[in-house]
């Protein structure tokens, strides 16, 4: 994958460029910029097509999923991960994946072998953490169909079956073994085979979606790091990009093309108008989330100043109750403004809040889908406080009550 990157690489190069050279050495700079972009473009369609066959059966290669975490409170931004595969004594004909499922096409005259390393940290499943969601279908039936095709099963089923011998042992029906970083698939198969490996498809469980918690130093090879363009073809948002350290995010006046580029770059040009940085979007997760949160004086009904992590706050109870929490409430407290402009939202999914803070200095801070007591995120307490630090604002959510947090601490410049 190193063609995209410096393809990115040479556009920021060519973007600093632009900033101090005449326009003859700009003219010069486009031309031999062209001939890097044909020659790297041309190394990446001659790889794009290449699979782990016959051809080299030791090389791995990489499909790219956009991982989401789905019911996450507070919510967790999408990531895409790194799959690995190889495929051998087979012709590779395929290879796509979501979310949920990866499906492989693949042909064989003898013995083909899928080979899958499947990162552990992918939010894959929102079940128990010591259950293991994965299952196998081939050729659209459950694997055991597959390696067995003379036991039971209808003959319309049967029919569907394009080998029709029994196959020898492993008969894998998940993955086979898993190391720190991976789950690890080894799937024989004798015929045209399309594989289906499915997993994540417990939709009707509004539980949150999960990888498992492994070494950080796994985070390396199993997350991605793609230039704007590469991450946004994989499936991320355009406003979900991210940027490697020390490059922002930086769009063109098109609010077609994005880039990453250094500060002082993205400064220039958006001083001579030709590019723009994303407007700041207020919606993000609190900077700390208690959850089953306890903590002295949370019961207190008056006013009253409580400690949270070694901070003081003034607490206030409201007078009404979160089942009473009506559309549009607005509140004060100690200077800061508190909008729950949903009120409380009755979803499939539980009672649910939008909190919007606003602080003297205009600064805002939009938190959406607070989990309350009802439903299947039900906490007997949450408690939530903001990024802004002088003064640091929250709420908690306790026997159904709604009490307001200010930090007492209030004089300061806020970074």
């Known amino acids: 994958m190193s063609g995209p990157i410096h393809l990115f690489k040479l556009e920021e190069s060519y973007h600093n460029f632009l900033l101090y050279v005449s326009p003859v050495h700009v003219k010069m700079k486009t031309w031999c910029l062209s001939i890097a972009v044909v020659l790297t473009v041309s190394v990446l369609m001659c790889n794009g097509n290449v699979f782990a066959d016959n051809a080299n059966p030791n090389q791995w290669h990489k499909l790219y999923l956009l991982g989401k975490f789905t019911h996450a409170y507070p919510p967790k931004p999408d990531q895409i991960f790194v799959v690995q595969y190889r495929v051998t004594n087979a012709t590779l004909q395929s290879i796509s994946g979501t979310s949920t499922s990866i499906s492989v096409t693949a042909n064989t005259d003898n013995r083909g072998l899928l080979e899958i390393k499947f990162p552990r940290n992918m939010p894959y499943t929102n079940l128990d953490p010591n259950v293991r969601d994965f299952f196998i279908l081939i050729n659209g039936f459950g694997s055991w169909s597959y390696y067995h095709p003379d036991s039971p099963m209808t003959e319309d089923a049967r029919k569907q079956l394009l080998n029709t ?71 991320m948002l355009p406003k979900d990009v991210t940027c490697s350290v020390g490059l922002d995010v930086v769009i063109h006046p098109d609010n077609k093309t994005i880039s990453c580029m250094k500060p002082y770059t993205i400064t220039k040009l958006t001083e001579r108008g030709k590019w723009i940085r994303p ?13 089953n949160s ?83 995120y039900a906490n007997n307490a949450i408690t939530l406080l903001s990024n802004h630090i002088l003064p640091q604002a929250g709420i908690t959510y306790y026997d159904d009550q709604i009490k307001l947090l200010v930090s007492t601490e209030k004089n300061g410049t806020q970074k």
């Open 165 to 235: 011998i029994t196959h020898p042992p492993p008969y894998p029906d998940s993955y086979s073994r898993s190391d720190d970083c991976y789950y690890l698939f080894n799937i024989p198969f004798y015929t045209y085979a399309k594989i289906d490996i499915e997993y994540g498809l417990n939709g009707l469980i509004l539980s949150p979606y999960h990888g498992d918690n492994i070494t950080s130093s796994c985070n390396d090879i199993t997350i991605a790091k793609l230039p704007p363009l590469k991450q946004i073809e994989v499936g």
């Open 294 to 376: 306890s903590y002295v004086g949370i019961d207190k009904d008056e006013m009253s100043i409580v400690t949270i992590n070694n901070r003081t706050y003034y607490q206030t109870t409201l007078g009404y109750s979160i089942d009473d929490l009506k559309y549009g409430t607005i509140e004060k407290f100690e200077n800061v403004t508190f909008a729950f402009p949903q009120g409380l939202a009755r979803t499939i999914e539980g009672g649910k809040t939008t909190l919007d803070i606003k602080f003297q200095d205009h600064r805002e801070e939009i938190y959406d889908g607070i989990p309350t007591r009802y439903g299947p």
């Open 279 to 291: 407007p700041l979007d207020l919606h993000m997760s609190p900077k700390i989330v208690l959850t």
